[in-house]
């Protein structure tokens, strides 16, 4: 039987959001059917709400979250119905050519429901991510469903679902930083300072924050940033390289996602340092480096598609390390909210008021 629950539509490009009736099937095979108990608020939300990721409006927004698995399908195992789990948007197929060389992160074949959540009227919805959780109930498919350890707060665990995830990444997987690393970080918000912390659990000797926002700066140096600069008031990458004993930074991760950024990033490391791009660009942005730079300096110019993480190994261990004290992962949790609060969650994020409002059901 269907199950009607509130949830947060976006349902033209621009348009303010509304909390309405949803529609959500009982599970088909190889999916789960989610008790959302919390869902963080997301840059890629508003995204969606602005279409700047597609024109399949209504969308039904919210994908960084955790909850209870009420229900799953006829044929799905390792999952049952009470687990608690954090949803994450890339089921990884196991088949593809990435999976079968060991190498499931970069999964080229991931997968969400088949079924489609509805508005009460039929229409389809279009799930953010294919998760869909800014509701009370959501459908995904089984693989989306990681089990944690239930003991670590819901508004906490579904950080890990994708932003916060996306900066640790970049900095654990994607980057490789190692204790001794020098690592710069521009842009502070969510995704950066998450790479901030990633850098600190790893044991990077010095890390350097990158922001024109106090407030942003005064967040890096809670999260583990030994320094901040603010590159409105001098020049990012000369700061960078005087923190660095003259040579720039081992690592640089770009958490904007900007043209003018990445060229910083790209100066202020270290000659065969590395480059991590984890900020997202938008389809017009164009990027200009003289060749012979990108041959002279050496190193490594890397992208981080969701921190390069693998769900099933990184979270729980995350989760176990946030128990242990050792990754304070409450510290990104600006307020909690409830689902009639997000439009005005979306006008704080743009102003830089938050890290990240919760969703809290």
């Given amino acids: 039987m269907a199950h009607e629950v509130k949830g947060v539509i976006a349902s033209a490009k621009g348009a303010p959001v509304s909390v309405t009736t949803v529609i959500v099937p009982d599970p088909g095979p190889g999916e789960a059917l ?150 710069a970080v521009i842009g502070c918000g969510g995704v950066g300072d998450g790479a901030i912390l990633g850098a600190r659990l790893a044991g990077a000797r010095t890390i350097i924050a990158v922001d024109p926002d106090s407030r942003k700066r005064a967040w890096a140096r809670e999260l583990g940033a030994t320094h901040s600069v603010d590159p409105s008031r001098t020049d990012a990458v000369d700061q960078i390289r005087e923190l660095t004993e003259g040579n720039g930074a081992d690592v640089v991760i770009e958490a904007v996602g900007r043209p003018e950024t990445y060229k910083q990033a790209f100066y202020a490391r270290d000659l065969a340092g590395t480059v991590v791009l984890v900020g997202v660009p938008t389809p017009d942005m164009q990027l200009e480096l003289p060749l012979l730079d990108v041959f002279g300096r050496g190193g490594t110019l890397k992208s981080s598609w969701y921190g390069d993480c693998l769900p099933t190994r990184d979270f729980p261990m995350l989760v176990d390390l946030h128990l242990q004290g050792r990754l304070p992962l409450e510290k990104f949790v600006s307020e909690t909210i409830a689902l009639d609060d997000i439009e005005e969650a979306f006008a704080k994020m743009q102003r830089g008021e938050v890290l990240r409002s919760v969703v809290v059901l």
Wanted: with cysteine; proline share 5%.
């Fill in 34 to 183: 989610v008790a959302i108990q919390a869902c963080g608020v997301c840059h890629t939300d508003l995204h969606y709400r602005e279409g700047g990721i597609g024109e399949d409006f209504p969308y039904l927004l919210g994908h960084e979250a955790a909850g209870i698995v009420e229900a799953v399908g006829p044929d799905v195992t390792g999952l049952s119905a009470g687990d608690f789990v954090i949803l994450n948007w890339r089921a990884v197929c196991g088949e593809c050519r990435s999976c079968l060389r060991g190498r499931p992160w970069y999964c080229f074949n991931t997968h969400n429901a088949i079924q489609k959540m509805t508005l009460a009227d039929g229409t389809p919805l279009s799930p953010a991510l294919g998760i869909g959780a800014f509701a009370e109930k959501t459908l995904v498919a089984a693989g989306q469903c990681t089990k944690v350890n239930p003991a670590i707060k819901p508004e906490v665990a579904g950080l890990l679902g994708c932003g916060v995830m996306a900066g640790l990444g970049a900095a654990l997987n994607t980057a490789g930083v190692t204790r001794g690393d020098s690592v």
